[in-house]
């Protein structure tokens, strides 16, 4: 079964350094998300990305953070100058129909 | 603010028990629905979604939905231990397709008990 692959499972980064995850969605998905969670809380919407361009991004999704599809199967998050509270898990997901959404394994980032 | 709410547990029921997981939401135009299995460390698991009032029933598990009560629940029939993990219900939000996003609530954590 297809699945959202992400690299890398796990980052620990200095405080004000930046960060780029990486996502390869499902090859025939047209909608591609990033969401997070901090540890113990629920899963936050972060941002969708749609026929190359966003779509739609919470209030978490500021001048910090950006997202890119680089190439046909890429779709990656950096994330610069990280703070402490930057430290979540984060999901990436993609969808067919933009209805039906399909997680990543997620990125744990911890910021020292 | 659109809200998902949900119990935060632990629900703890003994094997082969049917467990009940509950659900309100806020946005009154809300039209999905879906409910994610989520284990400890690990990504959220698609397990099942529902569109429409009345129940949906897939294998093991059942999904109501009410919109007059803005109400989704999930019914786990012959409980297994393996079913143990956090439940999240989740909201399609947005306006259409490319802004269509999930709202979660903080999750149902249950305990199968052998």
């Known amino acids: 079964e297809p699945e959202v692959t992400q690299t890398p499972s796990h980052q620990v980064t200095q405080m004000g350094q930046e960060v780029i995850l990486r996502c390869v969605p499902i090859s025939n998905h047209l909608y591609f998300y990033w969401y997070r969670q901090i540890l113990g809380q629920k899963v936050e919407f972060l941002v969708s990305f749609y026929n190359n361009e966003i779509s739609e991004k919470s209030e978490i999704f500021d001048d910090q953070f950006s997202v890119e599809r680089p190439d046909g199967s890429n779709f990656t998050l950096k994330i610069r100058s990280t703070k402490l509270e930057d430290s979540a898990m984060y999901f990436c997901?993609?969808?067919?129909?933009?209805?039906?959404?399909?997680f990543g394994e997620g990125s744990w980032l911890t910021v020292v | 603010q659109k809200e998902v709410e949900q119990n935060s547990g632990p629900l703890s029921v003994p094997e082969g028990a049917i467990a009940s997981l509950n659900c309100t939401y806020s946005?009154?135009?809300?039209?999905?629905f879906f409910w994610y299995r989520q284990y400890s460390g690990k990504s959220p698991e698609l397990i099942m979604s529902i569109y429409s009032n009345g129940d949906k029933e897939d294998g093991r598990f059942t999904a109501q939905l009410n919109k007059a009560s803005q109400y989704v629940s999930l019914l786990i029939r012959d409980s297994q231990p393996s079913d143990s993990a956090t439940y999240l219900c989740?909201?399609?939000?947005?306006?259409?397709?490319?802004?269509?996003?999930?709202?979660f609530g903080k999750g149902t954590k249950l305990s199968v008990i052998p």
């Open positions: 946005d009154r135009v809300s039209q999905s």
């Open positions: 989740a909201v399609r939000t947005g306006s259409g397709a490319g802004s269509y996003q999930l709202t």
């Open positions: 997901a993609s969808s067919r129909d933009g209805n039906t959404i399909y």
